[in-house]
C-alpha cells in the first residue's frame, strides 16, 4: 500500500523530511509540497521529485490525491492546519511544537477526542533515538531499581540572531521535557527556569538551568545552551537506584589530530538524529498503513506545551511553577 503524502512548509525541517521520505521511506509517493515562499517549495519539490509545489497549506490538506499531511511550517500555522487535517480526517504528523499554547493544543486534543481516532502525530523524533528508547525500556523493566533522576545537557552551536529568551525553553527545551515524560513514565508536575550569567555570543539569556519534577518526585536537570559555538551536543543520563543509562552520540570514527583524540560534533541535529528521523517517519507510515497511530500524540504535544508555558513563566517569576493539564482522555491511555 503506497501512501501519498503532502507537505506543509519547505524550510530545514520540511525540505530534510521530503528528502528523507524521498529516500530512505517505503511505500510513500510525495504528491504535493507548499511554502509561504513558493521558490523554496518549488526548489524542494525539484531536488526530491516532488510533482507539484504551491504556496497554500490548506490547499495540500484538502487535496483529493493527499492521504496524510506532514507539516513543518511556522509554529504559528501549526494549529489551523492540524485541525483542518482532523477535519479531513487524514493522519497528520506535526513538528515540534504541536502549537505555541495550550489553549490550541487543547483545541486539537478536544478535536481529536471528539472524532474518537487518533490521526496527529507530534515530531517528537527522539522518541525513535536507540538511547531514549533503551533508557525508558530500563526504567520500565524496573532492572536497575527506580529512576531517580536525568541529567541533560542541550547545546548548538548557534541560535538565528532573532531568538528570544523564551524559544530557549518553548522550541529547545520542549525536547527535554518530552524525553522525560517519555523515559521516565511520568508527567512534569512542576519546573524552575535559572537565568544565569549569558554568554558573550548571545542576544537572548542564555544559557538557561531548567529543573523539572516529575509527578513521583523524580528530578531533571536540563542545560539549554543555544550559542555553544563547539557543534551540536545533546547528553543524556538516566539515574536510577542500581545503576545508570548515557546516551552515546552517534559517531563512525575518531579522529587524532594537532594533539587531539575524539570524534566531530555535528553542526546541527539533523546528523545527530538522522537514525530517529528515518525511524519517525517510517513508523508514521507504517503506522497510518495498519490503520493505527504511533509516536508522540496530541496529548503528548499538549502536555510539552503546558510545561514550556509553565518554564516562561518561570522566567519571568524566578521561582518553581506548577503545570496544570487537564484529566487524560481515555483515547490517549
Ligand atoms: C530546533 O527547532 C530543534 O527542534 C532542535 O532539535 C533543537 O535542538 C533546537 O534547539 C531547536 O531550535
Known sequence: MTIRIGIVGAGVMGADHARIL????????????????????RRVAEATGIARAG??????????DVDAVLIASPDDT???????????????????????????????????????????QVGFMRRFDPGYVEMRRTVRSGQFGAPLMMHCIHRNESALPYTQTEALIANSAVHEFDAARFVLGREVARISVILGRSTASARMRDPQLVLLEMSDGALVDAEIFVNAQYGYDVRAELVCEEG????????????????????????????RFADAYREELQAWVAAIAGDSATGASAWDGYAATAVAEAGIRSQKSGVWEPVHLIDKPSLYS
Open 55 to 64: 504556496g497554500d497549506g490548506l490547499e495540500i490538506v484538502r487535496a483529493k
Open 78 to 120: 501549526h494549529r489551523q492546519l492540524v485541525l483542518a487535517c482532523l477535519d479531513a480526517g487524514k493522519p497528520v504528523l506535526c513538528e515540534k511544537p504541536l502549537a505555541p499554547t495550550t489553549a490550541e493544543c487543547l483545541e486539537i486534543v478536544e478535536r481529536e477526542t471528539a472524532l474518537g481516532k487518533r490521526l496527529v
Open 244 to 271: 545508570t543509562v548515557s546516551l552515546v552520540p552517534p559517531h563512525d570514527t575518531t579522529v587524532l589530530h594537532a594533539r587531539h583524540d575524539g570524534f566531530r560534533h555535528p553542526a546541527d541535529w539533523r546528523p
Open 22 to 41: 524521498s529516500t530512505a521511506v517505503a511505500d510513500v509517493e510525495l504528491v504535493a509540497i507548499a511554502d509561504a515562499d513558493i521558490e523554496r517549495a
